[in-house]
């Protein structure tokens, strides 16, 4: 069994820190301002033998107006609706506040069973908080510290109480050795060939990106048909890549709503930094990238940045021009076209859809998109036809000439490897082969073998010399 866990508190009382610590790396983003955290973020953790789906929340502030803090309390107060029990954390060093206590109420008034930690408890100095603490009504405070790990023990006997055993799940990779255990005798190409037909039966990592304000986190509201992700007008309302579970008939999506990403240059502060390095992490992980856009700002600089840094990490990319219900729509096309043909050759055909995510309208069309590029992203081309259409090509395009005026000869080509589709080209001279040449492949792959609009890497290697081992060995002789 998993235990979901909502880890609840005011700002800054070290939430985000447990959460990491639970999750055994850094996921959600740690800094001194407070009120980091906005959305509620989650993970599969562990601690010791015990599964947990961790939820982290934004720090809780009292508003009775309709402004960010109370949208946030929404998501909070949803996340212990939806928890098998609460971690409530409060400022040991600082003692109680009365946002601790008007939260504990609220806590309370759920039903939700309770564990109350009192954190950052690193020495004796705050025994007089944890006394204190009793007055909260949420049973006996733990002393606790996330950030040196202090006090696990204790919240570990204190979940086991939640805990009902099941059978723990397989990793990618565990997954990926126990097929290879489990067909021993077929050929290497044969495996490969089955592991690539299990990956597909995986959940899609789904990441969302683009600049601030053009609507990822309205869109994957609008997909996921839920308002899980905070919006507003103001900018910059998401700090944190946020993977949500979905399904798309039938089909298994991890949706990640990310940061938007400013230029370079315009990003000064340390907290904006950190929520780059997020979004570009998330981004970078997943299989298939949606680069949301601006109707009315196609493609400007700071999007084709993004587009190429995706393409370059052999992530498969879908354009989602979003607002499509407001725009002037042949200059939007006539402008996405044009920069798509200039400024985007590297990988021709990106799928491209116009959307209204406030609308809702689109959305099949854009998924629809997703799922067959990432088909193409997932194909394996079989060993002859993909030698019969090389050696076509070479008949219909000769190799030009190396370094030293030979021709060079292009012996036979092989697929390396999958997601994304990645090629070994064999000769025995390949020093000087113009990357124009290998361009000229790559575009006939696309057409051949439909995989447009996703990266195709290939790699020219020197085959051994057969003469060169039998010339060894006569010399060793001699």
């Known amino acids: 069994m998993t235990i979901k866990v909502a880890i ?3 700002p800054n009382v070290g939430k985000s820190t447990l959460f990491n610590r639970l999750a055994g790396r850094k996921i959600a983003i740690v800094h001194d301002m407070p009120g980091v955290t906005r959305d509620r973020k989650e993970a599969d953790a562990k601690l010791r033998d015990i599964k947990l789906k961790i939820v982290d929340t934004a720090g809780y502030e009292f508003s009775t107006t309709d402004n960010l803090e109370q949208r946030m309390w929404k998501q909070t107060e949803r996340a212990i609706k939806e928890a098998d029990v609460c971690l409530f954390l409060f400022d040991a060093r600082e003692g109680l506040h009365p946002y601790d206590e008007h939260l504990a109420g ?10 109350l930690l009192a954190n950052k408890c690193e020495g004796k100095m705050q025994e ?7 007055k909260l009504g949420l049973g006996q405070p733990i002393p606790f510290s996330a950030e040196h790990g202090l006090g696990l023990e204790d919240l570990y006997d204190e979940l086991h109480k939640f805990d009902k055993k099941d059978e723990a799940a397989l990793s990618a990779e565990e997954k990926d050795e126990q097929i290879r255990i489990e067909n021993e005798g077929l050929s290497e190409a044969e495996i490969e060939a089955k592991i690539d037909e299990d990956y597909k039966k995986r959940p899609i990592q789904l990441a969302i990106v683009g600049r601030p304000n053009v609507g990822k986190s309205t869109l994957v509201n609008a997909l996921l048909n839920d308002e899980r992700m905070l919006t507003g007008p103001e900018a910059g309302v998401t700090r944190d890549a946020i993977t949500s579970e979905w399904e798309w008939r039938g089909r298994k999506v ?3 709503d990310t940061a938007g990403l ?14 780059a390095a997020s979004t570009k992490h998330a981004a970078f992980m997943a299989q298939v990238v949606v680069l949301v856009l601006d109707a009315d700002a196609v493609l400007d600089k700071q999007d084709l940045t993004i587009a190429r840094k995706v393409l370059d990490e052999g992530r498969a990319l879908v354009i989602a021009v979003n607002k499509w219900d407001i725009a002037n729509r042949k200059e939007a096309l006539d402008k996405l076209n044009y920069k798509l043909m200039t400024s985007l050759a590297q990988a021709e055909g990106i799928p491209t859809v116009t959307i209204s995510a406030l609308k809702k309208e689109g959305l099949d069309k854009l998924m629809s998109a997703v799922f067959k590029v990432y088909d193409r992203w997932n194909l394996r081309v079989p060993t002859a036809p993909l030698n019969n259409w090389f050696q076509d090509m070479m008949d219909n395009n000769p190799p030009p000439l190396g370094k030293n005026k ?3 000869k ?3 080509i092989t697929q390396a490897k999958t997601r994304p589709p ?10 000087g082969l113009p990357d124009s040449y290998l361009r000229y492949l790559v575009n006939s792959l696309r057409e051949t073998f439909d995989m447009r609009g996703i990266p195709i890497r290939i790699t020219v290697r020197k085959t051994g010399n057969p003469y060169a081992e039998k010339a060894k060995k006569r010399v060793k002789k001699d």
């Open 422 to 431: 990645a090629f070994y080209i064999f000769s025995s001279n390949p020093e």
């Open 106 to 115: 609220l806590v309370r008034a759920s039903g939700k069973p309770v564990i």
């Open 254 to 256: 991890n949706l990640v």
């Open 406 to 408: 030979r021709r060079i």
């Open 262 to 275: 400013r230029r370079q240059s315009k990003v000064d502060s340390s907290l904006e930094k950190m929520s």
């Open 410 to 412: 292009l012996r036979y």
């Open 128 to 134: 007089d908080s944890i006394h204190e603490a009793y």
């Open 8 to 10: 609840v508190g005011r």
